[in-house]
């Protein structure tokens, strides 16, 4: 997919983007059914919408045992940090129109991701937003990047992508973006300060050079992309009978790899989630983790014969056709 002069454009001023039209519905409606039932103990939202509805405290008491970290994930929620385990999720990544506008955001082909989450809230139980509309806003970049931001944020920033699995309107929480934010650091940091690659702002209020915040209203199918210098904060759900679920990924430029690394706790190397995505994944999404193209040095009779030992099942045959005879 080629994102057209005019959606380059608004990335660069905005340090936000929502393109359309990236994933159909056979890829993002069985995500979304799949993040639903991981989110609410294995039922759907109309499902939990019936059962819950009418029982506000009991469900808040629930929602209160679900450790913080999977709360990202919904009220009751499963899996949160890529590889989840879900297959129909986990797959968004192979996307090729997916991959190309991340490459086309970034400049560069040579794009690693950083890290994979489920992102979910729901009105019953929301409270993932600040009490007062001035306070909450923070950029992402602290996530992944030990370093504070640089000026040159085309080069030194990092991209956060939402896959967005259901329309979300105006009364859905939509994330609230000052746009161009990403471009305004420099007068902002030293008077909010930050730590380590993070910053946020106690008072929105006394930041004039920024923009109004204005929601980010997608569509399902549709990315949207974010600067991780783009300044931004949740809000509260209009209409509490409202879901919002993405997934979201994270991807920086492979020269950038040297202090990109997630903080979050995701599942390791050995794990059945990572193994099995990555042996039944394709060559273009495992260099996105890391692994040398077909026709790379690496990839002799003896390394395949050890990939296939610990990936079962990976099928090797791009990786073959493309040694040297
Ligand atoms: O939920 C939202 O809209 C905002 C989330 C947020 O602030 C974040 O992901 O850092």
Redesign the pocket.
């Known amino acids: 997919m080629q994102l057209t002069d005019e959606q380059l454009a608004t990335w660069r001023r905005d340090g936000s983007i929502v393109v359309p039209n990236v994933f159909p519905p056979e890829s993002f409606a069985p995500a979304l059914e799949a993040v639903e039932r991981n989110a609410y103990g294995g039922l759907t939202y109309t499902e939990y919408r019936t059962k819950w509805e009418e029982n506000p405290t009991e469900i808040q008491q629930l929602y209160e045992k679900t450790p913080p970290m999977q709360r990202l994930a919904g009220p009751m929620g499963g899996a949160v940090h890529f590889p989840t385990g879900l297959p129909a999720v986990d797959k968004l990544l192979e996307n090729d129109d997916y991959i190309d506008c991340a490459c086309q955001l970034l400049r560069t082909d040579e794009i690693r991701l950083g890290y994979g989450q489920i992102?979910f809230?729901e009105g019953l139980t929301d409270t993932?937003?600040s009490e007062n509309s001035w306070e909450?806003y923070?950029i992402?970049n602290g996530?992944n990047s030990q370093l504070p931001p640089h000026p040159d944020w085309e080069r030194y920033s990092y991209l956060?992508s939402g896959i967005i699995l259901h329309d979300i309107d105006e009364d859905g929480?939509?994330?609230?973006v000052c746009r161009g934010s990403h471009k305004q650091l420099a007068s902002l940091y030293d008077r909010h300060g930050g730590s380590a690659g993070g910053m946020g702002l106690s008072d929105l209020r006394e930041c004039d050079e920024l923009a109004e915040p204005t929601p980010v209203t997608a569509k399902a199918g549709s990315v949207a992309f974010r600067s991780s210098y783009l300044i931004?904060?949740?809000?509260p759900f209009i209409n509490k009978h409202r879901q919002?679920g993405w997934m979201g990924f994270h991807f920086h430029r492979a020269d950038n790899a040297d202090w990109c690394h997630t903080t979050r706790p995701v599942p390791g190397w050995t794990t059945p989630e990572f193994v099995g995505f990555v042996a039944d994944s394709t060559p273009r999404a495992r260099h996105l983790l890391g692994w040398p193209n077909p026709g790379d040095a690496y990839y002799t009779e003896e390394s395949l014969q050890r990939l296939t030992n610990a990936y079962p099942g990976i099928d090797l045959t791009p990786y073959r056709n493309a040694m040297a005879v």
Do not use: I, K
Not at 173 to 176: E, I
């Open positions: 992102f809230r993932r937003y909450g923070h992402d996530t956060l929480a939509p994330m609230l931004h904060a949740a809000q919002r």
